[in-house]
């Protein structure tokens, strides 16, 4: 009864704070409710037994996302006018058509089969095949890693269309702007302390995911958002993106990945079908080439399109 209770107060507290979003006028204001947003449905994930969705919510959802709708609303302040605020009707047409969702998805819901069909019988009934103990690792790795390897693609792809946007005249130059704060200020030194707990948390996120819930995508965005700490402290600045060693990085996890399955054809049965015997230790060299390659490119398309050449 007492987690029944709870649960009501969960679903009515992610409902308060979504509304807030909508009719918060201050755009700072908003930003900040989403990022409590992002945080409140970390829990529903945990309650709904996603531990796994639940930290990607929370790095993601509650943390990378917040930070760069914060730069942009720093960078939009004093320059963009918000338009004149709709009137009834428009509000109204709003109003039905979010109702009209809302109700499509709870009929959805309640027509399912009971139970739901499922192929999470047939996974764990193969899962000893990579001797991996986790079992969304298991999926994402092993029975759908075509598509793992293309996400990572696809994020590359991200933030080379962020650096498409800037001038010719800073291409392969630093992103963003040059961020001064005060060396002795509380930024700095939270940035000194946190880093170093951020980046074993990091790590250690990645290590476990063979067995309990983490990985090298939720592992990445917590080094990423380190990085970033780091730089708005003023204790770093960002690479130029010209940097051999930066692409290199950019690469490195697509590559590893791509490695991996080719040799699947060679002494396996198929593309990315991994040899029983190295299954396991090829699974986590892969991961552990992507958590650098997915913090360095979270950390660089936060940190925005090149504005400085390289010697700035």
């Known amino acids: 009864m007492t987690a029944r209770l709870l649960d009501v107060g969960l679903v009515l507290v992610v409902l308060g704070m979504a509304a807030w979003i909508i009719v918060a006028r201050q755009t700072v204001a908003a930003v900040m409710g989403f990022v409590a947003y992002g945080l409140l449905l970390s829990l529903v994930w945990l309650r709904l037994g996603a531990p796994d969705v639940a930290l990607t919510e929370v790095a993601i959802g509650g943390g990378l996302s917040g930070v760069l709708m914060l730069g942009a609303a720093g960078r939009l302040r004093g320059v963009w006018q918000p338009p004149s605020e709709p009137g009834f009707p428009r509000r109204a047409v709003a109003a039905a058509l979010s109702a009209v969702v809302v109700v499509g998805l709870v009929v959805s819901l309640l027509s399912l089969p009971d139970p739901p069909p499922t192929l999470a019988l047939a996974a764990a009934a193969n899962a000893d095949a990579t001797t991996i103990g986790n079992p969304v690792t298991n999926v994402l790795m092993a029975f759908r890693a075509m598509d793992t390897m293309l996400e ?63 990985g090298a995508f939720q592992g990445g965005t917590l080094l990423a958002a380190m990085w970033l700490l780091v730089m708005m402290a003023g204790l770093t600045d960002a690479p130029p993106t010209g940097r051999r060693w930066v692409r290199l990085i950019l690469i490195a996890g697509p590559a590893v990945f791509l490695l991996v399955g080719l040799g699947g054809m060679l002494l396996g049965d198929a593309f990315l079908a991994y040899p029983v015997a190295w299954a396991k230790p090829l699974i986590l060299a892969i991961e552990l080439a992507m958590i650098v390659t997915v913090a360095v490119t979270l950390g660089l398309l936060m940190a925005g399109v090149p504005e400085r050449s390289a010697r700035e």
């Open 152 to 214: 990572k693609v696809v994020l590359l792809l991200a933030l080379i269309g962020a650096w498409s946007l800037a001038p010719d005249r800073f291409w392969g130059g630093r992103p963003g702007q040059c961020h001064r704060a005060d060396p002795n200020g509380p930024l700095a030194f939270l940035a000194r302390v946190l880093t170093p707990v951020g980046i074993v948390v990091g790590f250690y996120v990645l290590w476990v995911s063979a067995e309990y819930p983490g």
